[in-house]
T-cell receptor, first 115, second 111 residues
């Protein structure tokens, strides 16, 4: 069965500091991996995704993530945090072989950015 | 381009009352559709998904139901709401295994 674990339900960084949000997955088949961001009282917005090909994926707002199969990880990073990055972040995995498109989400990580 | 709508945006309902939340997608055909719930302090829980008209799969047993009367319309219903039904309800669509795109959500408070 697939699963996603996000390490750290709350992460706090200073403005300008590196952002690192951790995601590990479990999947018996090649996964598709996603990072979404959610601002308060809004829906989820796609930050980036990995399906096949290059393992370093660049997304919107300066975020990127690297797929590491050997570590079953897909950590999200941003070199320099902005106040506007404060939000909740979700990692998700889907089966590449399934036509249902179902996503398994992690529990989310709340990112706090301090001035 | 594709757009997803949800309404109402907020809803306050008494325990035992019925519920109907609507989700519609524009600009695409035959999408996969999904209903999620976010309870306070918890992650996303997939409630239902649909790969076509009249095809509904339920992920968790509960007093909610879903229907897809038209290709781009997905409805979440309940005959009698419980306090535990409170939460933020999100609808999403996708093409097969590709990205899910989320609507703005409905905040439901059951009193």
């Amino acid at each position: 069965a697939q699963s996603v674990t996000q390490l750290g339900s709350h992460v706090s960084v200073s403005e300008g500091a590196l952002v690192l949000l951790r995601c590990n997955y479990s999947s018996s088949v090649p996964p598709y991996l996603f990072w979404y961001v959610q601002y308060p009282n809004q829906g989820l917005q796609l930050l980036l995704k990995y399906t096949t090909g290059a393992t370093l994926v660049k997304g919107i707002n300066g975020f990127e993530a690297e797929f590491k199969k050997s570590e079953t990880s897909f950590h999200l990073t941003k070199p320099s945090a902005h106040m506007s990055d404060a939000a909740e972040y979700f990692c998700a995995v889907s089966l590449s072989s399934s036509n249902t498109g179902k996503l398994i989400f992690g529990q989310g990580t709340t990112l706090q950015v301090k001035p | 381009s594709q757009t997803i709508h949800q309404w109402p945006a907020t809803l306050v309902q008494p325990v035992g009352s019925p519920l109907s939340l609507e989700c519609t997608v524009e600009g695409t055909s035959n999408p996969n559709l999904y209903w999620y719930r976010q309870a306070a302090g918890r992650g996303l829980q997939l409630l239902f998904y649909s790969v076509g008209i009249g095809q509904i799969s339920s992920e968790v047993p509960q007093n909610l139901s879903a229907s897809r009367p038209q290709d781009r319309q997905f409805i979440l219903s309940s005959k009698k709401l419980l306090l535990s039904d409170s939460g933020f309800y999100l609808c999403a669509w996708s093409w097969s295994t590709d990205t899910q795109y989320f609507g703005p959500g409905t905040r439901l408070t059951v009193l």
